[in-house]
């Protein structure tokens, strides 16, 4: 079955402890992305990677990074989170950036 | 003002009516329009694609206004399951840049 598969779905942590979401896709998308998405502010772009090996910031890298080591995978990387960063996050991607993009079930972090 | 705007709603309709939404854009070099619908506390997922002749897809029409920077979403005989948040994405004009706007939440009754 073709699909974006995240974890964890649900993460309490405390601020300052690294946290990592995984994020994989069996589809062979050359796109991926990483959004949050907060109460009346929308889905948010964090940041995204056109292909192996590239990856760039979208509209609110602040406190995240990202890796693109292989097509598939794409995990995403607090450092040292904060409660500013509860939110929840998405995982998405897509064949060549057609805008058909596919998402993961979402992962519910809350940083205490 | 947003790259992306919606009205929230929320729209309570009953079955079987017919509900329109608009999604404006501020963006004039904008290529490519979207709406994903997502349920409550569940992934979106794409709708359908706006073309700038229109389209249909059964109850669901899409319509794109370049020269008001709007595209809008029809719905025909609404139905219970229709209830969701839609999400209007517009691409910013570069290939990587996409924009969610915030959406609308739409109810259908009995």
């Known amino acids: 079955e073709a699909q974006v598969t995240q974890n964890p779905r649900y993460l309490i942590t405390v601020t300052g402890k690294k946290l990592t979401v995984t994020c994989s896709q069996n589809m062979n998308h050359e796109y991926m992305s990483w959004y949050r998405q907060d109460p009346g502010l929308g889905l948010r772009q964090i940041y995204y990677?056109?292909?192996?090996?590239?990856?760039d910031k979208g509209d609110v890298p602040e406190g995240y990074k990202v890796s693109r080591k292989e097509k598939r995978n794409f995990p995403l990387i607090l450092e040292s989170p904060s409660p500013n960063q509860t939110s929840l996050y998405f995982c998405?991607?897509?064949?060549?950036?057609?805008?058909?993009?596919?998402f993961g079930e979402g992962s519910r972090l809350t940083v205490l | 003002r947003k790259e992306v705007e919606q009205d929230p709603g929320p729209f309570n309709v009953p079955e079987g009516a017919t509900v329109a939404f608009n999604c404006t854009y501020s963006n004039s070099a904008s290529q490519s329009f979207f709406w994903y619908r997502q349920d409550c506390r569940k992934e979106p997922k794409l709708l359908m694609s706006?073309?700038?002749s229109g389209n249909e897809d059964g109850r669901f029409t899409a319509q794109l206004n370049r020269a008001s920077q709007y595209i809008s979403l029809l719905i025909r005989d609404s139905k219970l399951s229709d209830s969701a948040t839609y999400l209007c994405v517009v691409n910013g004009g570069t290939a990587s840049k996409l924009t969610f706007g915030t959406g609308t939440r739409l109810q259908v009754t009995l």
């Open positions: 998405a991607s897509s064949l060549s950036f057609t805008g058909e993009l596919f």
């Open positions: 990677s056109m292909n192996v090996e590239v990856t």
């Open positions: 706006v073309y700038s």
